[in-house]
């Protein structure tokens, strides 16, 4: 048993807050989870079609899915290390896929929220309005029902762990505002039937740009992609599309109507898409957190997790992207709930500092822009296994790092199939194998 149990508030039942309790729980802790939504998922809880009231901020609902969304990892690298995503009656599946829609994933979260009696550790409804330091390293919670109108009720917790993800508030390109069309982001997007015969740009090259350009040129006239990192002098119609151009970034939006892109075309459009990322947000964090966001830097946090100064009684999960997910959710919150007993023991604050300034040393002399700070492209192994030895677990299978580069490379060589044609069998066999010892 941890030589220390502790009452912890944790914010967020998404993957990330669902297996953070867990583990904490699984330490010997208490942990209260708070959830503004009615049901688990974060991300994942998907939300019907709905007129916005602001189509390029965030939506009353936190998810950000469309309804024709499938994994772009295959599901035997995205589960859990000890709960895999495969498709049995034990993890509630009705999409056998190996790139499932999202239903799917919904249902395996449920199945792992079930199997591990985490519901009953959730405040559903609930929203967290505040959050302050108290006297001998203890945190104020302010709480209140979604809905009602009062301050919210004030709880004091030994340490809380922030787990509200960062796919809800969304990142804007700079578009005049004389420009007369509609713009969204695509966190507001759900189906692509309201762009029947419309012109739309879509701005962005990631996988949320890739398949709801796609997905919007199934309806739209004609439908072009801005991406910044296309030379300038290139418009190129996508393959297999009659409809669909891929072009440089935007120069200029004009007062007509009209965008001009950087290659020197130009369109007449009636909608602008940013596909364009999302900000890391606490809104019920103060100046007392310690920690600041700037650039999409959450700063300072001793590797992505402990702010020095007040660690450990505050941390996050969850903050690092172009990774798979739920296992890093897991290995950080086993070293969360392991530093909160006194099992594992952090370094100094300056030492702490230290390792931070370092790692942005890093950073700069790879050219890296500080909004990549939280950019796990190149080490997101490296920093999966070091937490696995921080808490004396196995490393991450070979079979589940060979699977993701090898789906990175299958998704360059085939964009528009790489989720129905693959050729790592050995590596799904592999898998299964491993998978054994847990069902």
Not at 82 to 109: C, I, K, N, Q
Not at 212 to 223: G, N, P, W
Not at 274 to 286: A, N, V
Not at 307 to 319: C, D, H, K, N, T
Request: aromatic share 12%.
């Amino acid at each position: 048993m941890p030589s220390v149990s502790l009452r912890l508030a944790v914010i967020g039942a998404g993957a990330a807050g669902l297996v953070a309790a867990r583990e904490l729980r699984r330490e010997g802790h208490a942990p209260v989870v708070f959830e503004r939504a009615a049901a688990v998922g974060g991300t994942w809880l998907y939300a019907p079609p709905a007129a916005p009231s602001d189509p390029l901020g965030a939506s009353a609902t936190h998810s950000s899915l469309y309804a024709s969304l499938r994994t772009n990892l295959p599901r035997e690298s995205m589960g859990f290390l000890d709960f895999p995503f495969v498709a049995s009656e034990a993890t509630g599946s009705a999409d056998p896929r190996r790139f499932p829609g999202h239903e799917e994933v919904l249902r395996y979260l449920e199945a792992f929220a079930c199997r591990f009696d985490l519901l009953r550790l959730v405040r559903f409804e609930t929203e967290v309005l505040g959050v302050r330091r108290e006297g001998r390293g203890r945190w104020a919670v302010t709480s209140r029902k979604v809905g009602d109108k009062g301050s919210g009720q004030e709880e004091v917790y030994d340490a809380v762990v922030v787990c509200n993800g960062h796919y809800t508030e969304p990142r804007i390109a700079v578009i005049p505002d004389a420009w007369p069309g509609k713009q969204m982001h695509s966190h507001n997007y759900r189906v692509p039937e309201p762009f029947l015969d419309q012109v739309v740009i879509v701005i962005g090259a990631s996988a949320s740009a890739f398949d709801i350009s796609r997905d919007i040129a199934s309806t739209a006239k004609e439908v072009h992609i801005a991406d910044r990192s296309t030379p300038f002098h290139r418009c190129v119609k996508q393959p297999g599309y009659n409809n669909l151009w891929l072009h440089s970034m935007i120069d200029r939006a004009q007062e007509d109507g009209c965008v001009v892109f950087r290659d020197g075309s130009s369109i007449k459009a009636d909608v602008i898409m940013h596909c364009t990322g999302y900000l890391y947000d606490f809104p019920f964090l103060g100046d007392d957190s310690t920690i600041t966001v700037d650039d999409n830097r959450v700063d300072p946090l001793y590797k992505h997790v402990f702010p020095p100064e007040v660690a450990p009684q505050l941390s996050f999960i969850g903050l690092p992207w172009k990774v798979i997910p739920f296992p890093l959710f897991e290995l950080q919150s086993k070293w969360v709930a392991k530093v909160l007993s006194g099992r594992i023991v952090l370094p100094s604050k300056e030492e702490m500092m230290e390792d931070v300034k370092a790692f942005y040393s890093k950073l700069e002399a790879r050219g890296w822009p500080k909004r990549y700070t939280h950019n796990f492209s190149n080490c997101q192994f490296e920093y999966d296994d070091w937490l696995a030895a921080q808490c004396g677990y196995p490393t991450i299978e070979e079979w589940r790092k060979q699977m993701y580069f090898f789906n990175g490379y299958n998704k360059a060589a085939r964009p528009e199939s790489y989720r129905d044609k693959w050729d790592d069998d050995d590596l799904v066999e592999d898998a299964n194998e491993d998978f054994k010892k847990y069902l």
